[in-house]
């Protein structure tokens, strides 16, 4: 050690030095004390070595120039070429926010089970309209739903399209891009085609079981259509046990009685547009034949741009998965009364990866749920439930070039008339 090979070595039997002399060398008090230790004690160990202070402070610059090397996040700006995060998508949100302050505002609907917030943007024009909400997202693993409806919240602000111009201002607009937060995010880090919530069923003594189908969590008919904790189609231990869902009816509930006229829930990839029920086939709501007529509209207004055929009908006969309730179309439809409450489900079946769209179909499902819905709210003002979408001014249709037309010669004064050209011979009166 350090300070050891320093120290003189003291040892009980070690012959003391001599003076020129002859005379004995006094023994130093430290001495002898040491003398007396190694006789009669075992031997102690050695000190441990000091740290150097010079290579403290070399682990300390070390770790401070770690924290200021760590650069600062870094997110893509929305194209609509890749399917984003989480965080890319709220980082774009504000930026829509800021850009739109006076007619775009942010909202929360609340925090999910790991924390995470559940955010979402209201589109409002002027005041005094009728309201739209849409969730998106519910199912993890569907992130189309989430593109998609980021791209139509750019066209209803950015759109040059008259008629968009006068559908997004006809209406109020509730959009959450990403309502299951926790799946969405586990979904793109960890495995791909996870579908529930995250939060683990203790409750159910199965902690190998985690997560909620959280589109069969809402309090209409719930349980009537029972599922095993670890199956996909889990509706948790009681209605709005998942704290996803019971904020959201929470929120809906702060929205003016009367003002909120239609809900929609986004879905991939039955390419398919759902009506209430989906708990039974057996019966039919009071309004079908106005849900009917409307999603009829939304159907025909998607398939005219790309022919894209969308089918449609109620949820418990259109989908394979049969009857199934605690559904949030259902809850919209049957207890909170929103006369217009559908389930749209984008493309993607009868490909070999369904709810795995390649990025290149981004814009086109995009493009054409921007149509559809133009589609269904134009037939919705039809029925009256909410104001009439006017409908564009006619325009005369005019040849893009048109000949000049010549103008008459000017005659000058001080000039004879021109006297009229004689007739050819040929010619008889």
């Not at 749209?344 to 149509?371: A, M, Y």
Request: net charge negative; with cysteine.
């Amino acid at each position: 050690m350090a300070d050891e090979e320093n120290a003189p070595e003291a040892a009980p039997d070690a012959p003391q030095e001599e003076k020129e002399g002859g005379e004995d060398v006094e023994k130093k008090p430290e001495e002898e004390a040491e003398n007396a230790a190694g006789e009669g004690s075992p031997e102690e160990k050695p000190a441990e070595e000091a740290p150097v202070e010079g290579e403290a402070a070399a682990k300390e610059k070390k770790k401070k120039k770690k924290v200021k090397e760590e650069p600062p996040p870094v997110y893509r700006r929305l194209d609509w070429t890749f399917y984003p995060t989480l965080c890319e998508i709220y980082n774009w949100m504000d930026v829509i926010v800021e850009k739109c302050p006076k007619v775009v505002t942010n909202f929360e609907i609340g925090r999910s089970h790991e924390g995470r917030l559940i955010r979402g943007l209201k589109i409002s024009f002027k005041s005094g309209n009728k309201a739209i909400f849409i969730e998106s997202n519910i199912h993890a693993r569907e992130w189309i739903t989430s593109s998609a409806v980021t791209c139509v919240i750019m066209e209803l602000l950015f759109s040059k399209d008259p008629e968009v111009r006068r559908t997004a201002a006809g209406i109020d607009w509730y959009i959450v891009p990403v309502f299951n937060v926790d799946g969405f995010v586990y979904s793109q880090e960890k495995e791909r085609l996870w579908r529930k919530s995250r939060r683990p069923l203790k409750e159910q003594k199965t902690p190998e079981c985690i997560g909620v189908d959280l589109n069969r969590n809402f309090n209409h008919q719930w349980g009537i259509k029972k599922h095993e904790p670890c199956t996909d189609q889990y509706g948790g231990s009681a209605a709005e046990s998942e704290p996803e869902v019971k904020q959201l009816t929470q929120f809906i509930g702060t929205i003016p009685e009367g003002t909120l006229k239609i809900y929609i829930a986004l879905h991939a990839a039955g390419q398919a547009v759902l009506t209430p029920w989906s708990y039974t086939k057996e019966e039919q709501p009071k309004d079908h034949k106005e849900l009917m007529e409307v999603a009829k509209a939304f159907v025909e207004a998607v398939y005219s741009r790309f022919r894209t055929r969308y089918v449609y009908g109620p949820a418990a006969e259109i989908l394979n998965v049969g009857e199934f309730c605690g559904t949030s179309t259902d809850w919209a439809y049957g207890v909170k009364n929103i006369p217009i409450s559908l389930g749209i489900e984008l493309p993607g079946k009868n490909t070999q990866k369904p709810f795995e769209l390649p990025t290149e179909s981004i814009l086109r499902v995009s493009t054409e749920l921007l149509d559809g819905l133009v589609g269904m709210i134009k037939a919705v003002g039809e029925l009256g439930f909410i104001e009439k979408i006017p409908e564009p001014p006619k325009k005369e249709i005019k040849p893009k070039f048109e000949r000049p037309k010549k103008a008459p010669k000017k005659k000058e004064e001080g000039t004879a008339e021109e006297k009229p050209k004689p007739k050819p011979k040929w010619v008889t009166e």
